[in-house]
Every structure is written in C-alpha cells, then in structure tokens.
C-alpha cells in the first residue's frame, strides 16, 4: 500500500489550512491559561511538590515535608511525619519528632528557612523554583534550600553575593507571581 503527500499549494501556509475561527478560538484559550497561570500569587511558603510528569503544584506541605529543625539539630535532611505537624505562615510542617515540633513551635523564624524555602540560588536568579530537600546550607544561622546538587554547586560558589541578590528579589518575586 503506498501513501501519496499531497503538498498545499504555494500560497497556503499549514496555518492557513485551519479555519480562520479555529485559530481564533485556539488564540483565546492559550491567552486565557497564560493570564491565569500569571494571575495566581506564589504562596509565601514553597509547598511544591511533583504533579505528574511535568509539574509541581503547591500542597499544603512545606518544603517538600522536610523537617527543618532537623537540619540545624542533626546537620542532615531528616522527613517529618504526619504524626507531629503543626500550620504556620500557611502550610503545613512536618516535623521527625515531638521535640523538634516544640522547637519549631517556640520559634518558627529562626528554623524556617529563607525565602520561605523557594530555592536560594533561583531567588537570586529571579525564580521561585521548587527544592530537592538534601540541598541545603546553614549560614550565619540561617537555612538556605536549593534546587540540586548541580545549583547547590553553583550557590556555595558565591553565597554571599546570591544572598545578598536573593535577599533583593524574594518579596518582589512573591508579589509579582
């Protein structure tokens, strides 16, 4: 079985096969998704987890369920559990133990992470970008998030400097999001 191609004639783009009101509808939709997806405000608190195989999408969770006590008691990435949670700014934090909980709970500021825990370096880039909770830096006493090991490379190369730029940026960016 053979298939022939027949070739639209030189004045017909591939567009210009599609009826004029198709293009139109297919203009207004793709503005329509454009408009909403710019329209919908960051949260203060990156709670974005992956969505299928494209995506992230906010949860509810901070940071990925991490608990961020634990980076500061044990210098390591530890998950918390549904059985000790707590609602602050937000989200929901999940915590790997009722102690570290209570630490959160005396003083949230001082265990969240900066920019409610967007990633460091894409902050300092203009992003809000989503982290990978093994990436991280304490400095000066302070939790910095990031992206991957390759952007974790990259931030420990200029921290101060992307602190600074990101310290800059991070209300814009949620205002503008």
């Given at each position: 079985?053979?298939?022939?191609?027949?070739?639209?004639?030189?004045?017909?783009?591939?567009?210009t096969?599609?009826?004029?009101?198709?293009?139109q509808?297919?203009?207004?939709l793709?503005?329509?998704?454009?408009?909403?997806?710019g329209?919908l405000?960051?949260?203060?608190?990156?709670?974005?987890?992956?969505?299928?195989?494209?995506?992230?999408?906010?949860?509810?969770?901070?940071?990925?369920g991490?608990?961020t006590?634990?980076y500061?008691?044990?210098?390591?990435?530890?998950?918390?559990?549904?059985?000790?949670?707590?609602?602050?700014?937000?989200?929901?934090?999940?915590?790997?133990?009722?102690?570290n909980?209570?630490?959160?709970?005396?003083?949230?500021?001082r265990?969240?992470?900066?920019?409610?825990?967007?990633?460091?370096?894409g902050?300092a880039?203009?992003?809000?970008?989503?982290?990978e909770?093994?990436?991280?830096?304490?400095?000066?006493?302070?939790?910095?998030?990031?992206y991957?090991?390759?952007?974790?490379?990259?931030?420990?190369?200029?921290?101060?400097?992307?602190?600074?730029?990101?310290?800059?940026k991070?209300?814009?960016?949620?205002?503008?999001?």
């Amino acid at each position: 079985m053979t298939h022939e191609r027949t070739a639209l004639p030189k004045t017909c783009s591939p567009m210009t096969a599609f009826p004029k009101k198709t293009l139109q509808l297919f203009a207004v939709l793709a503005l329509g998704l454009f408009t909403a997806a710019g329209s919908l405000a960051a949260e203060p608190i990156n709670t974005l987890e992956k969505t299928g195989l494209f995506g992230y999408d906010p949860t509810g969770v901070a940071i990925r369920g991490a608990d961020t006590v634990a980076y500061f008691t044990e210098g390591k990435y530890v998950p918390g559990t549904d059985s000790h949670t707590t609602t602050w700014s937000g989200a929901t934090w999940k915590f790997s133990s009722q102690e570290n909980l209570d630490l959160f709970v005396a003083d949230p500021q001082r265990y969240a992470p900066q920019y409610g825990g967007y990633c460091a370096y894409g902050v300092a880039q203009d992003a809000l970008v989503k982290i990978e909770p093994e990436n991280f830096s304490i400095v000066d006493g302070k939790l910095y998030l990031n992206y991957s090991d390759g952007v974790q490379s990259k931030w420990e190369k200029n921290i101060g400097g992307f602190i600074s730029s990101a310290n800059e940026k991070f209300q814009r960016l949620l205002d503008e999001s």
